[in-house]
């Protein structure tokens, strides 16, 4: 009987993933219109159909961060059209003008604004309609990047270039050429944009280089006058002329991955603009282009060999630029294979300059005694190298309702911390409840849910976690648990298991995945590896 009602909560989880998605596109046009001078204009006329309360967050408001030196942005039409018939426009006070969230704390980037659009009126049922263009005031992108995929299932979706168009454009996926440059798919199912795993994927888009913006940032970084201050910043440094290329990796890293917090601002919205060196440095912030900048023009000067690799203006998925060798990085980047056999160090214009995978493990260890009838209170150590983020300890703790007082958080390197505190839980009703958040805080559920429909899916890095938790009772308890299980293939191994007192119950669990790309036809061994830690997720272990 209570194998039936675990295995039900199981089938209630699924039943609600697998249910109707939220919204649809139900068509989507959009123009590119490049001038001979190589200005785009974008048009896009799109109609989506909402379904629950859900799709609201997703398409009540729209947001566009742009720099109007660069770029003007109209909004055509914002209807939304109710189940009866009834259109409510979006009234003058839903279209905003407001300061972007990336720019908060840089003021240098004052001047970059944030389009909003409230659409109004939304309902179960209802139909918005929306349009808008996006026109340069001057030439100053390198790429058109436009995926044809969404969260949610795009039944028509149009993409034409018009004007100068490039001699070579690129389609991917499910894309097919329905005309002279044009291009769309139809009946999409939705996509699920894994930044944190898929690095190739079956999400279809359309690519076209204006400029290679390799070459542009290049050119960018060579310029004399932007080379200003440079030896100033690496005397900075105090490497003193005596270093290991390591040595010199370590310090350029240092200065620009952790003491220049990034403005999330691509190189596009800036137009591919600088600030002095020593502008940069004294702020204490950069856009990823400039962390670019400083980290290749220190290596040059002391004459460390390095790659230096760009994102597509986009979702971060995998492209290749038409130059080849070249690759567009996320933050966690594939490296293409004659990379890694150079042994060069990679500088990346997304996100921080230097991306490092490195191996991250996570090991908790947590004691509680039983001080009064149900209430426990112990000790908890938590060991982390490379965390994947930033991350709260509150979210490894393995019991439902347990809560960390007064943590204390021991930083021995820029990899490696340690947190200890005092751990307090009480058990209700004789139901011991294991927690999720150990699963969240690996990404699991977010993984497994981008496996389906991927060609090939990318972990992060290599991942080590252990979890051990004992508890002593005062008297004799009667337990009952679910069995051990483990697995091991080639992804690597996991396993949990219980132990049994009569005054103390003993628990641990492992995983180590030492296998991180995955096509589809190995895929399977993943969600095989993970099956004991999931199969823990929210079990229940009865305490009388």
């Given at each position: ?448 849910a981008a496996l389906p429909g991927h060609t090939h899916i990318t972990l992060p890095c290599q991942l080590k976690m252990s979890i051990h938790v004992t508890l002593d ?54 969600q095989a590896l993970l099956a004991p830690f999931l199969s823990a997720n929210g079990q229940v272990i009865l305490v009388e």
């Amino acid at each position: 009987m209570r194998n039936l009602f675990i295995i039900s909560l199981l089938l209630v989880g699924c039943a609600l993933a697998l249910g109707q998605s939220s919204a649809e596109i139900l068509n989507e046009t959009v123009t590119y219109t490049i001038s001979e001078d190589g200005a785009v204009e974008k048009q896009v006329v799109q109609r989506v159909k909402l379904h629950d309360f859900t799709a609201f967050s997703r398409f009540g408001e729209w947001f566009y961060t742009y720099n109007p030196e660069l770029e003007e942005v109209r909004i055509v039409r914002s209807v939304t059209i109710q189940p009866d018939g009834t259109e409510v426009p979006t009234p003058e006070n839903g279209i905003l003008d407001q300061s972007p969230y990336a720019t908060a704390n840089a003021p240098d980037f004052s001047f970059m604004r944030e389009r909003m659009v409230s659409h109004v009126g939304l309902e179960p049922g209802s139909i918005i309609e929306f349009e808008f263009v996006i026109a340069d005031r001057h030439p100053f992108r390198t790429v058109i990047f436009e995926p044809m995929g969404d969260y949610f299932p795009v039944l028509e979706k149009t993409v034409v270039f018009q004007g100068k168009v490039p001699s070579k454009v690129t389609r991917h996926g499910l894309a097919e050429k329905t005309g002279k440059n044009t291009y769309g798919v139809r009946n999409l199912p939705a996509m699920i944009l894994a930044d944190e795993f898929a690095a190739v994927t079956d999400m279809p888009f359309v690519y076209a280089e204006l400029r290679n913006p390799l070459s542009v940032a290049r050119e960018l970084f060579a310029d004399e006058a932007n080379q200003e201050g440079i030896s100033a910043l690496a005397g900075r440094l105090k490497l003193n002329g005596f270093h290991t290329p390591a040595e010199a990796v370590a310090a350029v890293t240092d200065m620009v991955n952790h003491r220049l917090v990034t403005v999330n601002l691509p190189a596009e919205k800036t137009g591919y603009s600088l600030r002095k060196a020593d502008e940069i440095y004294q702020s204490g912030y950069a856009t990823p282009l400039e962390k670019a900048f400083l980290a290749t023009t220190l290596l040059n000067t002391f004459r460390v060999d390095h790659q230096m690799l760009v994102l597509a203006d986009g979702v971060g998925e995998s492209v290749l630029l038409h130059e080849p060798r070249w690759a567009v990085l996320a933050d966690y980047p594939v490296y293409p294979e004659d990379l890694s056999v150079t042994g060069e160090r990679v500088v990346t214009l997304a996100g921080n300059a230097f991306p490092a995978p490195a191996e991250s493990h996570c090991h908790l260890s947590l004691h509680l005694k039983e001080t009064e009838k149900n209430t426990f209170s112990g000790d908890a150590v938590l060991s982390l190298r490379n965390p994947l983020g930033n991350m709260d300890p509150h979210r490894l703790l393995p019991l439902e309702g347990a809560k960390l007082e007064k943590p204390k958080i021991r930083i021995h390197s820029l990899a490696q911390r340690t947190v200890t505190g005092q751990v307090t839980y009480t058990l209700k009703d004789g139901r011991l409840e294991m927690s999720s958040s150990a699963l969240e805080y690996l990404r699991l559920p977010r993984l497994l849910a981008a496996l389906p429909g991927h060609t090939h899916i990318t972990l992060p890095c290599q991942l080590k976690m252990s979890i051990h938790v004992t508890l002593d009772f005062i008297a004799d308890r009667i337990i009952t648990c679910a069995a051990d299980s483990a697995v091991a293939n080639e992804a690597g191994r996991c396993e949990w298991t219980v132990r049994r007192g009569e005054r103390s119950l003993d628990f641990a669990g492992s995983l180590d995945i030492v296998k991180t790309g995955y096509a589809t036809a190995d895929a399977a061994e993943l969600q095989a590896l993970l099956a004991p830690f999931l199969s823990a997720n929210g079990q229940v272990i009865l305490v009388e």
